[in-house]
């Protein structure tokens, strides 16, 4: 089958279209022929091998640990077979999955357990966006951020792929939501049901002295310092994304006081919440926004594309 692989870190120049073996599901597993991955910065992170302390974690300190990795890990696409243990999935079933396996290919293998089948009343492509960005942003508010309905939350980077899940899902909670992002995305956020949104090209948003009991920031551009301004008292500052080590270090640091806290979060998938956001997929509550699609051979473009910041949505590889 044709893959796109890296065998060093660097920039898109190192993705690869090649062939290489297909692959067999284990018992708990399922094979999806693909129709459509969804690209995320956790992907260009691990292509880059950058911050540096992800390569201990996972990658390998000087190259890739695999002789040939995969990148990719939301996959929607076509059951082709299913493991011995699988009863739920047959073959032809249309399916979204998380695979840990990297799915920037012509089939992938995916845990039972992260597989859901495709909603009705959406595509294959659009339910490619949902599992990565769908449940960052599902925890931020939700768990790390315990959002409450009434309560008024800041979600800087409101049309990003993790912050247009967030507006919708912030909505669906029942919060007040006031989104950050350039001047050309104005009208998508608030097509999503913003009830404010912020132009950050041509305002702070600290100017107006509005204050939050949640500020989502998915771009990792606000100073603990700033976050912390933006806070009621009890207030909570969840950061999405970053931009150096040094934040990560002083969000460690400085992050926590007794009148407010600013932390780091960390989405883990499990299943019941992959069915939450199918649920809300079919009461019409959540839409995927998809900004462009490449065909598989071109996944070097669009990573290249997406390390730019400026996707509206999601960036779609199609296959």
Same mark, same amino acid.
């Given at each position: 089958?044709?893959?796109?692989?890296?065998?060093?870190?660097?920039?898109?120049?190192?993705?690869?279209?090649?062939?290489?073996?297909?692959?067999?599901?284990?018992?708990?597993?399922?094979?999806?022929?693909?129709?459509?991955?969804?690209?995320?910065?956790?992907?260009?992170?691990?292509?880059?091998?950058?911050?540096?302390?992800?390569?201990?974690?996972?990658?390998?300190?000087?190259?890739?640990?695999?002789?040939?990795?995969?990148?990719?890990?939301?996959?929607?696409?076509?059951?082709?077979?299913?493991?011995?243990?699988?009863?739920?999935?047959?073959? +032809?079933?249309?399916?979204?999955?998380?695979?840990?396996?990297?799915?920037?290919?012509?089939?992938?293998?995916?845990?039972?357990?992260?597989?859901?089948?495709?909603?009705?009343?959406?595509?294959?492509?659009?339910?490619?966006?949902?599992?990565?960005?769908?449940?960052?942003?599902?925890?931020?508010?939700?768990? !790390?951020?315990?959002?409450?309905?009434?309560?008024?939350?800041?979600?800087?980077?409101?049309?990003?792929?993790? +912050?247009?899940?967030?507006?919708?899902?912030?909505?669906?909670?029942?919060?007040?939501?006031?989104?950050?992002?350039? +001047?050309?995305?104005?009208?998508?956020?608030?097509?999503?049901?913003?009830?404010?949104?912020? !132009?950050?090209?041509?305002?702070?948003?600290?100017?107006?002295?509005?204050?939050?009991?949640?500020?989502? !920031?998915?771009?990792?551009?606000?100073?603990?310092?700033?976050?912390?301004?933006?806070?009621?008292?009890?207030?909570?500052?969840?950061?999405?994304?970053?931009?150096?080590?040094?934040?990560?270090?002083?969000?460690?640091?400085?992050?926590?006081?007794?009148?407010?806290?600013?932390?780091?979060?960390?989405?883990?998938?499990?299943?019941?919440?992959?069915?939450?956001?199918?649920?809300?997929?079919?009461?019409?509550?959540?839409?995927?926004?998809?900004?462009?699609?490449?065909?598989?051979?071109?996944?070097?473009?669009?990573?290249?594309?997406?390390?730019?910041?400026?996707?509206?949505?999601?960036?779609?590889?199609?296959?």
């Amino acid at each position: 089958m044709k893959a796109i692989v890296y065998e060093k870190y660097g920039g898109p120049e190192v993705l690869q279209l090649k062939e290489i073996e297909k692959p067999i599901p284990k018992e708990n597993e399922v094979l999806i022929k693909v129709k459509a991955v969804s690209i995320n910065p956790y992907e260009w992170h691990f292509m880059r091998g950058k911050p540096w302390f992800m390569r201990l974690s996972a990658s390998g300190l000087f190259k890739p640990k695999n002789k040939i990795r995969i990148l990719g890990n939301d996959v929607a696409g076509y059951v082709e077979a299913v493991g011995s243990a699988v009863k739920e999935f047959k073959s +032809g079933d249309e399916v979204w999955a998380e695979s840990d396996f990297g799915s920037l290919a012509e089939y992938v293998c995916a845990s039972a357990n992260k597989t859901i089948s495709k909603p009705n009343n959406c595509t294959l492509e659009e339910a490619a966006c949902l599992p990565i960005a769908g449940i960052t942003a599902l925890q931020s508010l939700r768990d !790390d951020g315990q959002l409450k309905a009434g309560q008024e939350v800041l979600i800087n980077g409101a049309s990003g792929g993790v +912050g247009t899940f967030a507006v919708q899902i912030a909505k669906a909670l029942g919060a007040q939501v006031t989104g950050v992002c350039s +001047g050309r995305n104005l009208d998508l956020v608030r097509s999503l049901g913003a009830n404010r949104v912020i !132009d950050y090209t041509k305002e702070k948003v600290t100017q107006n002295g509005q204050t939050y009991d949640l500020v989502v !920031d998915n771009v990792g551009n606000l100073s603990v310092k700033t976050c912390k301004r933006l806070l009621k008292p009890g207030g909570l500052g969840v950061i999405v994304g970053y931009q150096s080590v040094p934040h990560l270090i002083a969000v460690g640091l400085r992050g926590k006081t007794q009148h407010s806290k600013v932390a780091y979060m960390s989405a883990k998938t499990t299943r019941e919440d992959l069915l939450f956001l199918k649920q809300l997929i079919e009461e019409g509550k959540l839409q995927p926004i998809i900004d462009r699609k490449y065909p598989l051979e071109k996944t070097a473009e669009a990573m290249a594309y997406l390390e730019g910041g400026h996707a509206p949505g999601k960036v779609i590889i199609t296959v």
